[in-house]
Nanobody, 126 residues
């Protein structure tokens, strides 16, 4: 079992940056592929970025490629999402999630992820 807690959200102007963190508890964190998702009111959670269990592979939604970077530190049981050049359309609640054990991080469906944090709000003003 994995428990996840996100932090680092907030209000930022367009063009600015934020770094989200997701702290995990549970012995087996390093075995899981991890993902970040975003959700806006009335919509399903959408894949933003994923990282393989070992950290060697990363995947991004087209809308964030070149602006966001996902990384992980397994020794610290933490996964990060560095968000640069933020746009108003990035405004959402961001969730981290633990996916398939020993997975590649390529799963874009939220139904492939078993454990979720409580979310952190990111608001980008124009």
């Amino acid at each position: 079992q994995v428990q996840l807690v996100e932090s680092g959200g907030g209000l930022v102007q367009a063009g600015g940056s934020l770094r989200l963190s997701c702290a995990a508890s549970g012995r087996t964190f390093s075995n899981y592929a991890m993902g970040w998702f975003q959700q806006t009111p009335g919509k399903e959670r959408e894949f933003v970025a994923g990282i393989s269990w070992g950290g060697g592979s990363t995947y991004y939604a087209d809308s964030v490629k070149g602006r966001f970077t996902i990384s992980r530190e397994n020794a610290k049981k933490t996964v990060f999402l560095q968000m640069n050049s933020l746009k108003p359309e990035d405004t959402a609640v961001y969730y981290c999630a633990a996916g398939v054990p020993y997975g590649s991080g390529r799963d874009v469906s939220p139904y492939k992820y078993d454990y979720w944090g409580q979310g952190t709000q990111v608001t980008v003003s124009s």
